[in-house]
């Protein structure tokens, strides 16, 4: 009885071979350190493909947009929202903007019109496609991919900013797409186009990004609120992270509005708080679950991508296929140039031209140009565009994709830091942002700190309160970092067996003693400890924690949103010290 | 545009609402030590189908029957299967096989003909419903559902035995159930009914059974195998779990064998090695994962059920449906009476006549019968069956739900004690099993311990070295106890504040100094170590240790697998007592 139980028998035989196919290429270390898994998921896609070509005599069948844009996408999307870097993120969101919004104009408007000046070319014999045809067709080809940046730039760990360059601007770059590409789609099908229609379309840009992440916000919002009440009841904790962030995707997608966005909002809005209300087994379960699913998911598409390949839906014509390709390639790099250097004019942190090089380089194009080709309406021409973009995101995928890693090697581009920072380093970042806040403060200049201040101040003043379970215990992140790697050290000493009798490790960056109110930290040398006898170290713990009641006692910390009158920090440090001395 | 997102916006709003109905009634402590979940859940989901029969004026839709067995059901069975409490089931699993299968027989029967009986009464006017279409009906009424037994009985705590007894019948009937349900309806649709068939019906039962648990073993030991292979991709090491599970029960349906024996079989299978081939983080996304995914799937299936409840799908006829919730509630008395009979002459442990009550009075009816009932064929009386099958579960779930646990109290049946098996007492009952399977094997009497540990010496001579990935060092179950309850105490401990410097807990149960090969142990408890001073200790420690290796040279361990003569188990011992000698 195949029939009754097809559907799920089959979606679960794919994700089998899928993740069959993972296990496969990691059984051979050498493998997927030259080949990105992209392409070598592609690879095992067209050869699939092939035998399902071979094997029925008919085109396998191709990626349904639904199933991509629906089911495949948001996952990828939550997972990259939910752990993107939002200290580099929001640093460079105006850059990102611009490459986002900017570039992607300028790339779908380059790539469309000289192509059309390659249709005039009579001897192409392709002056049956319109220039709004171009347009159409520049609009889903000039998009970068954030499924496909993510695989390959996960692999070759360039410096923390480029990496947010790239990656935030495939992932913002969808609001452009999606207005630019329903924009030409419907003026392809209406008789004439008025110059209000052209208004109208830019207009749609701020109201399809800002919408989006309005509705993501809204759903993060509510998604820290339910998780409050959750208490009771631990074992659905993960599940609402999921529900609203799902949800927040669909109904953006339902109102046309940039799906991506909205999920990028909820996630990064959400997480915060979530994290401090769900228990550490929900968390490890959400992390896990979120990294395993998009790892499915951007496998599944890669070989989708790769079976769809196969088949009779392409029309070939050299000279429009390779145009595209090279016309992709001049006008991202173009495009990178012209905007870099106005970036630069207004930073002190500059962009290098190895970096511009990366940048543009490591525009790749993925499963949502695919997808968006198979969505266009029927017209003669369809199946060479599909042809095209097939051609373009191979090229890109296979070629660039895999030569990337090498040119990072030989330009020496900055790497990512392979060390965490240091307990110290943070304190010192964190300094350094109060500072830079209250400078910005006093000149009256409104810059980047001065609004994250503000913001941390309305976080801290109202929506923690209503959005966090235990608000009465307000934890700076320096003490949840603490906490951490406590329980990681505790952890490793159980492992080692030496729980109980063993000296600390003398290494271990938590050999910190904190009572922190805003962040101001005492730090102990653990290894002095060692060397005393317990009775003398007693002694000395019991004196410095009486000093260091006091000291917090007579000098309040310096805090720009209360005044010394207020009593509410030093009553929390007297709580945090009974604590820790108790302890003692 | 709401077409487009329709169906998985319609599957997250029902979920979501599932989860904060469930959210809801937590608020409230009082209500669920009151009403079980499942009677709050068909109630929330009697108002909702109220109000869509309300606003429509049409029966609100029924839960697909398909739905139910292909997607929700296999969650909740999987997490019973997984979670399944070995020991007990085992000790069972003869009682648990004889109501499973020789128990449902006699209901079936039971209820069809005495209900055959009722309908011959003219003054019910239900002569036109025939003696097969009764058994059909007996069939599909007669089997207990895991799902209203679990959600009950999991918030009573009645003892371990008595819960394994309902539980396991209810999880392995299916296979009669499937069995009888598609053998009568068959027949329905038969002219004649030949000897030959009724035989054939009665080998389909051993088929059905015992090819469900080959499809989940099967599966089980391939799921095994696989994450022996995953080191390097730890991400998707939990989703193997979830798909061979799934793919045990779809391929199970396929063949029309019994899906729950086989999911059943293969969670309990692949259970003890996945655990040791993945990280301890996969470990908890899968635990975690499981529960939360049973939960959701519990919750909307009884809301479901709730739903489907309201609308005209009904026929109500006094007399047909009085007399089955009476049959059913007969029958199964008597049949647990007589069974109970002979299981207790063959059993020095006997079944008390209050545990009787409790298996008799804990047989509730779900989900699976109402959506057998809805996969009938349509005959003229399916809507007297349809109200029939809604009443005896309503009763089923509300009436006896409601008062198993003010009976449990009334009745003092023994309660499941509340803390967790000492590790002495985990030491003696492992003694006892292996001096057990010795008498037995002395005695030539192959009974159960014979065969578990005939298992065991198979399990570690050629499944362990297939299945696990670090067969070097195999680790007995005590050994992961110690460190599991030492990763625990640090993190307690680190929780607490107190690493490093503090005394060790004197209550902690994992202040074992173990040097394990066979499971043997040397206790020494820790509150000793708090009273002398370290230098002495340190001294003690040493030469405790070097002793303890002198003991295990001069007389290996008896094992009746090895022969005095190996080396092995010295090896080893030595091998745990350098590690442990170094810390200390």
């Known amino acids: 009885d195949y029939q009754h139980v097809q559907v799920p028998f089959e979606i679960t035989l794919w994700i089998m071979l899928a993740s069959l196919a993972k296990i496969g290429f990691h059984l051979y270390n050498k493998l997927p350190s030259v080949v990105p898994e992209s392409c070598l998921l592609i690879f095992v896609g067209l050869i699939m493909g092939g035998i399902i070509y071979g094997l029925n005599d008919k085109s396998p069948p191709v990626m349904d947009s639904d199933i991509f844009f629906l089911y495949l996408l948001p996952p990828i999307v939550l997972d990259a929202g939910y752990f993107m870097p939002s200290r580099p993120f929001f640093e460079n969101i105006g850059t990102i903007l611009l490459y986002a919004v900017v570039g992607t104009i300028w790339n779908v408007f380059g790539i469309g019109f000289s192509l059309y000046g390659i249709c005039q070319v009579k001897a192409f014999r392709l002056q049956d496609v319109s220039l709004l045809h171009n347009l159409l067709f520049g609009s889903l080809i000039a998009a970068v991919d954030p499924v496909a940046v993510l695989a390959v730039f996960e692999e070759i760990h360039v410096n923390e900013k480029l990496h947010i360059l790239v990656f935030g601007e495939s992932l913002l770059n969808d609001a452009v797409t999606v207005v630019l590409y329903k924009l030409f789609r419907s003026f392809c099908e209406m008789p004439t186009i008025k110059t209000v229609d052209i208004f109208a379309g830019v207009g749609k840009f701020f109201v399809v990004g800002l919408g989006g992440v309005l509705v993501g916000l809204t759903f993060g919002m509510t998604a820290a609120f339910t998780t409050r009440f959750t208490k009771d009841i631990r074992v659905i904790e993960p599940l609402f992270v999921f529900l609203y962030s799902y949800l927040s995707y669909l109904t953006a997608e339902m109102f046309h509005l940039s799906g991506i966005v909205a999920i990028i909002a909820c996630a990064m809005g959400m997480k915060r708080y979530v994290e401090a209300n769900i228990s550490l087994k ?3 379960t959400v992390k896990y679950f979120m990294k395993m699913w998009s790892s499915v998911s951007d496998t599944l598409i890669f070989i989708f991508l790769g079976v769809s390949t196969i088949g009779e839906n392409h029309e070939w014509n050299w000279p429009y296929i390779c145009f595209t390709v090279i016309f992709c390639l001049v006008w991202r790099a173009l495009g990178v140039l012209v905007l870099t250097f106005f970036v630069n004019r207004f930073h002190v942190n500059t962009i290098t ?7 543009a380089y490591g525009g790749l194009r993925g499963a949502i140009c695919f997808s968006l080709v198979f969505l266009l309406p029927d017209f003669h021409r369809k199946k060479l565009f599909i042809a095209a973009t097939t051609v373009v995101i191979l090229f890109t995928v296979f070629i660039q994709g895999m030569t990337i890693r090498p040119l990072v090697d030989l330009l020496a581009v900055k790497r990512k830091r392979e060390s965490a920072p240091t307990v110290g380093e943070q304190i010192h970042i964190r300094f350094l942002d109060h500072l830079l806040a209250g400078i910005e403060d006093i000149s009256g200049h409104w810059g980047q700190y001065y609004w994250k201040d503000k913001l941390e101040y309305f976080n801290s003043k109202y929506l923690q309160k209503i959005l966090l379970r235990e608000y009465d215990q307000p934890k700076s992140s320096i003490v949840l970092l603490y906490e951490k790697l406590e329980r990681k050290h505790a952890i490793e000493l159980a492992e080692a067996g030496q729980l109980g009798h063993a000296p600390s490790h003398p290494s271990l960056l938590c050999s910190v003693f904190l009572c922190s109110n805003n962040d101001r930290t005492v730090i102990m040398d653990k290894k002095l400890e060692d060397t005393l006898n317990p009775d003398v ?13 006091r000291i917090r006692r007579t000098g309040p ?10 009593t509410e920090p030093v009553e929390h440090a007297k709580e945090i010290l ?6 003692l």
């Not at 910390?557 to 207020?566: F, K, Q, S, V």
Request: net charge positive; aromatic share 8%.
């Open 537 to 549: 170290l007693e002694n000395i713990q019991e004196i410095l924690a009486r000093n260091l009641y």
């Open 282 to 284: 929900s968390h490890t």
């Open 578 to 583: 009974i604590l820790r001395h108790k302890s």
């Open 353 to 359: 031209s190895k970096d511009q090089f990366i940048i």
């Open 557 to 566: 910390a310096y805090n720009r949103h209360t005044l010394p009158g207020e």
